[in-house]
Nanobody, 119 residues
Framework: QVQLVESGGGLVQAGGSLRLSCAAS????????MGWYRQAPGKQRELVAI???????NYVGSTKGRFTISRDNAKNTVYLQMNSLKPEDTAVYYC?????????????WGQGTQVTVSS
């Protein structure tokens, strides 16, 4: 059973920074694309950033230039460094990973971590 566990969320003032981590555990052969999504109250879940196994990244929307996604393949971990945070960044942040294990390849989600930015 593969598990993704996020950490690093919390309450921060506007302009501050947070670093999210998401570690995958279980029987893992390889992890392809990893990404961060977020869901604000009353809104649909949206993509924030993705990173391939080789380190190619893509950012979506207003997080460009403020957020940085990275990964440590040896630790099966993906990170999201969030700088210059704004109140509109408030959301539950979820990590997602395309994981190959004994049963084949499938997408997995973490449980989410709350990020709250106060004005």
């Amino acid at each position: 059973q593969v598990q993704l566990v996020e950490s690093g969320g919390g309450l921060v003032q506007a302009g501050g920074s947070l670093r999210l981590s998401c570690a995958a555990s279980g029987i893992i052969f390889s992890i392809n694309t990893m990404g961060w999504y977020r869901q604000a109250p009353g809104k649909q879940r949206e993509l924030v950033a993705i990173i391939t196994r080789g380190g190619n990244t893509n950012y979506v929307g207003s997080t460009k230039g403020r957020f940085t996604i990275s990964r440590d393949n040896a630790k099966n971990t993906v990170y999201l460094q969030m700088n210059s945070l704004k109140p509109e960044d408030t959301a539950v942040y979820y990590c997602n990973a395309q994981i190959t294990g004994p049963g084949g390849s499938r997408g997995s989600w973490g449980q989410g971590t709350q990020v709250t930015v106060s004005s």
